[in-house]
């Protein structure tokens, strides 16, 4: 076997571990409830993939994390009696979303450093599924928001402490302590790369 199809096949095998690991965490995050909504614990692999494998791999394992909270979130089916459309594609286009500009910034940034295009990738993952999911619900479920800020100055307020500020911070900041663990991998896959190329050369 040549050197690009063993190079494709360990791809595709770390592509289908990473998948499993964003089931997993997608399913037990189902049941740690932060606010109104649940924790998300995959974003980490989901970086991982896009740096390791390419952005991609990092849009496969956001729809993945998307097409789980579908299925398993119990915020979820409130959304989908407003508006079924609009939840579908929200929640898969912000988990697509997240993680392919996750593996963009990371392959813009790679030959600069590797240290600061995985710190970049695992800020710009958070904001993105934070972002989109904002502005998802400003665009289609702002009347049925407006029922429930009930205690808070307005919609805005509720929407930013209330349904995702502490959820927000959280994701962000296990990406931001988990960075350095992602760099090494990367390292180790590349070292790993390289010496397993010279043996064969």
């Known amino acids: ?6 190079f494709d096949v360990q791809k595709l095998v770390l592509l289908a571990l990473l998948t499993s690991v964003v089931v997993v965490l997608q399913l037990l995050a189902s049941f740690i409830p932060v606010g109104p909504f649940r924790l998300t614990l ?20 956001g729809f993945v994390f998307g097409f789980i909270v579908l299925i398993s979130s119990p915020d979820v089916p409130i959304f989908l009696q407003f508006n079924a459309f609009a939840t579908v594609f929200v929640i898969l286009f912000r ?13 813009l940034l790679e030959k600069k450093s590797k240290t600061v295009a995985v710190v970049s990738a695992a800020i710009i993952c958070p904001i993105v599924n934070t972002g989109l999911f904002i502005l998802g619900l400003y665009v289609f479920f702002l009347p ?9 100055a ?21 990406n931001l302590v988990l960075s350095p663990a992602i760099v090494r991998l990367v390292q180790y896959r590349r070292e790993f790369r390289s010496v397993e190329v010279a043996n064969n050369g």
Do not use: C, D, H, Q
């Not at 988990?95 to 990371?106: D, E, P, Q, R, T």
């Not at 049925?144 to 808070?152: M, N, P, R």
């Open 42 to 61: 995959v974003l980490m692999p989901i970086v991982i993939g896009s740096a390791l494998i390419g952005k991609a791999a990092g849009a496969w394992l």
């Open 154 to 174: 307005n919609v805005t307020a509720f929407i930013f402490i209330g349904m995702i500020g502490s959820n927000f911070l959280i994701e962000f900041a296990i």
């Open 95 to 107: 988990g697509v979303s997240a993680g392919f500009l996750a593996g963009l910034v990371y392959e």
């Open 144 to 152: 049925l928001i407006s029922e429930w800020y009930a205690g808070f």
């Open 1 to 6: 076997m040549n050197r690009g199809k063993t």
